[in-house]
C-alpha cells in the first residue's frame, strides 16, 4: 500500500517536471537547476499533502468544538495565506535562495579543511538499523533546539520585534503557525539548516521530520477546545498548551519575565527550564503593548511585514535602549514601546 502510494507520488513529481518545469528551464538555458527542480517539486507536493491533512483533520475540529466564533474572518484569512506562501514554498523557497550560496561556501570550506560533520549513526552504529529510533532522536534534538530558539527569539529585544508578529494575532487558528516576519523566517530557516548540518540529519529523515513537526504545530495553534489531559500534555504540546503561550494576559501571581510554555513538540523542556504553566483554561489570545501596533492584529500581510521592521529598527535606537533599561515594560518583561 505504502509503496503503492510512493510510486503514484514519484510519477506525478516526474510528470509535473516533463510537462510545467522542464519546457521552460530548457527554454532559458537553465538545464542544470533541474534537479534542484526535481526537490523543488517534491517539497511542493509533501507541501500540498501537508495542508490537505491540516485542512481535513483539524478545520472540523474547530468547526466542532470553537473556542471562539468571529463572524468577520478578515484577520484568519491573512494567516491562511502566510499557510499558502509557508507551506507550499514560496518562502522557503526565498529562504534556500538566500542561504544557499552562505552554506555552499561552508561546505566546500569544510571539505577543503578535512572536516566532515558527524552524523549521529557514525556516534551509535546501532542506529543504521532502527531508522524509527533515529527518527525520534533527530526530532529530540530538532526540537531541543526550537525550544531555544524560540525562547531567545522572546529574550532579544531586537527578535522579539519580528516574533510579536506571530504573536499578534488573536483570532488564533490553525493557520497561525505560519504568521511570521519573512525575516523570522530567515532566521528561523538558518537555525535549523546549521542544526540539521551539525547532527548529520539524513536526507531521507530531512522532510519526513519537517512533515511532523509542522503538523503539530498546526494542531497546537487550532482554534478548538482541545487538551491532551495532565498527562498528555506532559508528553505532547496540546492546543491548551500554546494557547497559554499566546495568551494575552496570565493569572496574577503568575508573571514570566519572557514569556511561558516555549516548547514546540515536547514540553520536556519547559519542565527542564522552569518556563512551564500548566492553566486548565482557555485564554484569550494576542498581544498587549508589545513593539508593534496593536492594529497588526487586523492588518494585511505587507503592513506586519512593515510594522515588523518599523520595530526592528525602534529596537536598535539609542532612544529605546534607554527606554529598556528605565521604562516600564510589559507582562514579559520586554519593554513597553507604548509607553514612548
Ligand atoms: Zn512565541
Ligand atoms: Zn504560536
Redesign the pocket.
Known amino acids: 500500500m505504502i509503496d503503492t502510494l510512493v510510486e503514484a507520488f514519484v510519477a506525478l513529481q516526474g510528470w509535473l517536471l516533463d510537462r510545467l518545469i522542464q519546457p521552460p528551464l530548457l527554454a532559458m538555458g537553465l538545464g542544470s537547476y533541474l534537479e534542484m527542480a526535481f526537490d523543488g517539486i517534491e517539497f511542493f507536493l509533501c507541501g500540498v499533502l501537508q495542508i490537505s491533512a491540516a485542512y481535513l483533520l483539524l478545520r472540523p475540529l474547530e468547526a466542532l468544538r470553537p473556542i471562539e466564533v468571529w463572524r468577520d474572518r478578515q484577520a484568519v484569512r491573512v494567516d491562511v495565506l502566510y499557510s499558502l506562501l509557508d507551506r507550499l514554498g514560496i518562502i522557503p523557497l526565498l529562504v534556500f535562495a538566500l542561504l544557499a550560496p552562505l552554506f555552499a561556501s561552508v561546505d566546500s570550506w569544510l571539505r577543503f579543511n578535512d572536516i566532515i560533520p558527524p552524523q549521529l549513526e557514525d556516534l551509535f552504529p546501532p542506529l543504521e538499523t532502527r531508522p524509527l529510533l533515529s527518527f525520534v532522536i533527530y526530532l529530540l534534538i530538532l526540537d531541543f533546539t526550537e525550544y531555544w530558539r524560540h525562547r531567545l527569539s522572546h529574550r532579544f529585544r531586537w527578535w522579539w520585534a519580528l516574533h510579536a508578529i ?2 499578534s494575532q488573536r483570532q ?1 487558528t490553525l493557520w ?2 505560519s ?1 511570521n516576519h519573512l525575516l523570522d523566517d530567515l532566521i528561523g530557516g538558518f537555525w535549523f539548516a546549521v542544526v540539521a548540518l551539525l547532527v548529520g540529519v539524513p536526507p531521507g529523515h530531512f522532510i519526513g521530520l519537517l512533515i511532523v513537526v509542522k503538523t503539530i ?1 498546526n494542531l ?2 487550532v482554534n478548538a477546545r482541545l487538551s491532551f489531559g495532565r498527562l498528555g500534555e506532559l508528553l505532547l504540546v496540546s492546543p491548551r498548551y ?1 494557547r497559554w ?2 495568551a494575552l494576559d496570565l493569572p496574577v501571581g503568575r508573571q514570566y519575565r519572557y514569556g511561558c510554555n516555549f516548547a514546540v513538540l515536547f514540553p520536556v523542556w519547559d519542565q527542564l527550564f522552569a518556563t512551564q504553566y500548566s492553566g486548565q483554561s482557555m485564554p484569550a489570545c494576542g498581544l498587549r503593548h508589545g513593539p508593534i501596533p496593536e492594529s497588526a492584529a487586523r492588518s494585511g500581510f505587507w503592513r506586519q511585514q512593515y510594522e515588523g521592521l518599523c520595530a526592528l529598527a525602534a529596537a536598535f535606537r539609542p532612544h529605546s535602549r534607554q527606554v529598556q533599561q528605565t521604562g516600564p515594560t510589559n507582562d514579559y518583561g520586554q519593554p513597553d514601546s507604548h509607553a514612548r
Open positions: 506571530h504573536h488564533m497561525t503557525d504568521r504545530e497546537s495553534h500554546h503561550h499566546h
